[in-house]
């Protein structure tokens, strides 16, 4: 299976901790993009990368959060000193632009709970 | 006003009949239009995409655009109850490469 894949599946935190998550994007594609959606919302943009840099973040972005794509391939989103308003489902999505307009994959999620 | 907005539903059709559903987008810049289909508990998966005036056909699914009223619409005929899910709609702004998307239609098909 060569899709977008994410990992862990489903965290549980205690309030204050920190979490890490990880997405693969599909191998050929250069952009990755993150969301968040809570439940009954439609996905909501929090940053995205291009190759290695990181182009645009969402105001939903607060200084907790950090995102990475250090080689242009995986990403790692952070959240630091989690709260409960952190749990929800974080969807990585990756697209590939070559004069299209790129239409985005979505992984599996990582669900978050935050105690 | 919310950017693309869409009836939450839930939106009831039985079997057999086409499941009609609608978006709206407040960017007249916007270039890209999607929609998605959402199983409980797991993630979007693309089922469509329009980027020209008019309609787009794919075996039971026909996505319309009318950048003139701003108005998106997803038709599925022949509705089965596998097509039982949310459906969001999502837009691509003007000069943005984010999503922007509404916060779903729930369909049920009811056998």
């Known amino acids: 299976d060569t899709g977008v894949s994410q990992d862990p599946r489903h965290k549980i935190t205690k309030r204050g901790q920190n979490v890490t998550f990880r997405c693969d994007p599909i191998s050929e594609h250069n952009r990755l993009y993150w969301y968040r959606q809570t439940l009954g919302q439609g996905p909501e943009f929090l940053t995205y990368?291009?190759?290695?840099?990181?182009?645009?973040k969402s105001r939903l972005l607060s200084d907790r959060f950090s995102a990475e794509r250090p080689k242009g391939s995986f990403s790692t989103l952070e959240i630091q000193r989690t709260e409960q308003g952190d749990s929800a489902m974080y969807l990585c999505?990756?697209?590939?632009?070559?004069?299209?307009?790129?239409?985005?994959?979505f992984g599996p999620g990582t669900r978050l709970t935050v105690l | 006003q919310k950017e693309v907005e869409q009836n939450s539903g839930p939106l009831s059709v039985p079997e057999g009949a086409i499941a009609s559903l609608n978006c709206t987008y407040s960017d007249r810049g916007s270039q890209s239009f999607f929609w998605y289909r959402q199983y409980s508990g797991k993630s979007p998966e693309l089922i469509m995409f329009?980027?020209?005036?008019g309609d787009k056909e794919d075996g039971r699914f026909t996505a319309q655009l009318n950048k003139a009223s701003q108005y998106v619409s997803l038709l599925i005929r022949d509705s089965q109850p596998s097509d039982s899910a949310t459906y969001l709609c999502a837009v691509n702004g003007q000069g943005a490469q984010k999503l922007v998307f509404g916060q779903g239609t729930r369909l049920t098909i009811n056998p």
């Open positions: 999505a990756s697209s590939f632009l070559a004069g299209g307009l790129g239409e985005q994959f």
């Open positions: 329009i980027y020209s005036n």
């Open positions: 990368f291009q190759n290695e840099a990181q182009l645009e």
